[in-house]
C-alpha cells in the first residue's frame, strides 16, 4: 500500500487532474449502462470523443495546452475500468 501512495504522490499535478476528469467522464459509461450494453457502450464512445476532442481540438489545434499521449491514456483510465466492470459483471 505505501508503494501506492508514492506513487501517487509522485505524480505530476497535471496527471492527477487528468485522472480527476476522466473520474467526471466514467460518469457517462455508469449512466449509459442503465440502458444495458448499448447505453454503457455509447457512454463510453461520449467520453472518448470529450477526451480525444480535448486533446486535438484543444490543445493541438487551438495551441491552449501541450497534446500529450499520456494525457489521453490517464483521463481515459476510469472509464475504460468502469465499462470493463460493467461488461464483466454482465457476463
Do not use: R
Not at 463510453?44 to 486535438?56: D, H, P, Q, S, Y
Not at 499521449?69 to 472509464?79: E, G, R, S, T
Request: aromatic residues 18%; hydrophobic residues 55%; positive net charge.
Amino acid at each position: 500500500m505505501n508503494i501506492i501512495v508514492k506513487y501517487i504522490q509522485g505524480l505530476a499535478k497535471d496527471k492527477k487532474d487528468h485522472y480527476i476528469l476522466g473520474v467526471f467522464y466514467s460518469l457517462f459509461v455508469m449512466f449509459g449502462a442503465l440502458f444495458g450494453v448499448i447505453g454503457a457502450s455509447l457512454g463510453f464512445g461520449f467520453a472518448l470523443f470529450l477526451v480525444l476532442a480535448k486533446e486535438i481540438y484543444l490543445d493541438w489545434y487551438k495551441k491552449q495546452g501541450t497534446p500529450e499521449l499520456m494525457d489521453f491514456i490517464v483521463n481515459m483510465v476510469a472509464p475504460i475500468i468502469t465499462y470493463l466492470t460493467f461488461i464483466i459483471t454482465i457476463c
